[in-house]
């Protein structure tokens, strides 16, 4: 199984993530998009021209994609946090992990909390979080959704798994590949 952390920046995902590895009933593994980005030379990439940031950036990113498609075919149950915030990364992520049970989880937290995480953080920008807010939930469905100002890390965590543990329906994942198909015929 994935479960699969959507939302913003400085959201809660990593810190739903951390608790999520405690609390199921059988090992998870936590891949994050910011710590197997942190695996590739920063400075270097720091350095190139916008296009080819850009595009180190993008196959950085389809390089997690098909790692975290690639534990679970393995048979390792993942937990995923990342942001889905251009569409080619949601559409990847439906293409790669055809096949496999992901649970979507939108993980929310409105503008003024994200700003504040922001400030205290220090490493982000303040704003940043609040930017993405449209994009990374622009395709709109989930499975499950949490509201990181209202419920701590933990109680997100058991809420998902609660849910998790329920028998499985048709899957956000599922939905979004077949509007992708149906939209776009060339999309197998």
């Known amino acids: 199984m994935i479960i699969f952390l ?14 999520l590895l405690l609390v ?13 980005g942190a695996m590739r030379a920063v400075e270097r990439t720091l350095e190139l021209d916008g296009p ?9 990113r389809a390089g997690f994609h098909r790692a975290v498609a690639g534990m679970a075919r393995a048979g390792n149950d993942v937990v995923v946090d990342h942001l889905l915030s251009e569409p080619w990364r949601l559409q990847d992520c439906l293409e790669v992990m055809d096949g496999l049970d992901v649970v979507l989880v939108g993980v929310h937290c409105p503008p003024d909390e994200l700003e ?54 048709r899957r956000a994942f599922d939905e979004l590949r077949g509007r992708a ?3 776009d015929p060339s999309v197998t």
């Open 116 to 169: 504040r995480r922001e400030r205290a953080r220090g490493d982000r920008a303040p704003g940043q979080g609040a930017a993405q807010l449209q994009s990374v939930h622009q395709h709109g469905l989930y499975d499950f959704e949490v509201d990181t100002s209202a419920h701590s890390p933990r109680e997100c965590a058991l809420a998902i798994k609660e849910f998790v543990s329920r028998e499985p329906t």
């Open 6 to 19: 959507n939302g913003t920046s400085s959201s809660g995902k990593s810190s739903i993530a951390e608790q």
């Open 24 to 36: 199921p009933d059988t090992p998870y593994f936590h891949l994050g998009v910011d710590a197997f």
């Open 52 to 60: 080819a940031q850009t595009e180190v950036l993008r196959r950085t």
């Open 181 to 183: 198909r149906r939209h």
